[in-house]
């Protein structure tokens, strides 16, 4: 019963040890995207670490507000802080040099989509969420900190106005959820859900898919 409990225990460790990975690997994608957004929209050195700060961690507050995981690691954990803000920094000094591949800002910012997504369905269901919340929240998760740098520098959010964002969120995290109602290992579920979403956002980003838009507004594009 003693060996059966300690193993339970370490399990639960490892689990909670991934969960911190991943979520710090999102927060400095995230990071590296809102900070290359500022130096695009030619902020301070200030503005762009708030631009980075904002990016990595407003999804990961979100839920973790929600899921009543106060206060959120995103702020008493320093590990949060110290990787936005390096990320901030990187980017600051060698934007030229993160900059150089084509549609950077972009490619970034799917990565953080697809690592926040499925971290943030994965621990809704440590906390016992039901699936549909978890994979509410894993979307949420994705999406928080996109949106907020863009309306920190009076952009319409990507989610609102781009090619497939929020629901390769969804698929992402729905994978996660999935694999867990199937019990399948935790690994190879997040990896899948990862990729999954990543691939959806790129492949959308290349091929210009995007979800119906409204005829009116269509026909008030063509009166201008």
């Known amino acids: 019963m003693c060996t059966a409990s300690i193993s339970a225990w370490q399990g639960v460790e490892r689990l909670h040890t991934f969960l911190v990975v991943l979520d710090l690997a999102?927060?400095?994608?995230?990071?590296?995207?809102?900070?290359?957004?500022?130096?695009?929209?030619?902020?301070?050195?200030?503005?762009?670490?708030?631009?980075?700060?904002?990016?990595?961690n407003a999804g990961g507050i979100t839920r973790d507000l929600i899921l009543g995981a106060v206060p959120p690691p995103a702020i008493r954990d320093w590990r949060y802080?110290?990787?936005?803000?390096?990320?901030?920094?990187?980017?600051?000094?060698?934007?030229?040099?993160?900059?150089?591949?084509?549609?950077a800002i972009l490619?970034?910012?799917?990565?953080?989509?697809?690592?926040?997504?499925?971290?943030?369905?994965?621990?809704?269901?440590?906390?016992?969420?039901?699936?549909?919340?978890?994979?509410?929240?894993?979307?949420?998760?994705?999406?928080?900190?996109?949106?907020?740098?863009?309306?920190?520098?009076?952009?319409?959010?990507?989610?609102?106005?781009?090619?497939?964002?929020a629901i390769a969120a969804l698929a992402g995290a729905a994978v996660v959820v999935g694999g867990h109602m199937l019990n399948l290992p935790v690994g190879p579920a997040v990896l899948v859900g990862g990729l999954l979403c990543f691939g959806l956002r790129v492949i959308a980003i290349r091929r210009g898919w995007q979800l119906p838009t409204s005829r009116q507004r269509v026909h008030d594009d063509q009166l201008k």
């Open 26 to 56: 999102g927060t400095f994608v995230f990071g590296l995207s809102g900070a290359l957004v500022g130096v695009r929209k030619k902020l301070d050195l200030f503005g762009v670490l708030v631009l980075s700060f904002a990016a990595a």
């Open 81 to 103: 802080v110290a990787v936005s803000l390096i990320a901030g920094l990187l980017t600051f000094y060698w934007s030229g040099i993160i900059q150089r591949r084509r549609s």
């Open 107 to 165: 490619l970034f910012d799917a990565a953080g989509l697809a690592i926040f997504a499925v971290s943030g369905a994965q621990k809704a269901l440590t906390f016992n969420l039901n699936p549909l919340g978890a994979v509410l929240l894993g979307m949420l998760t994705g999406i928080g900190g996109g949106m907020l740098r863009d309306v920190l520098v009076s952009e319409v959010p990507t989610v609102l106005r781009s090619e497939l964002y």
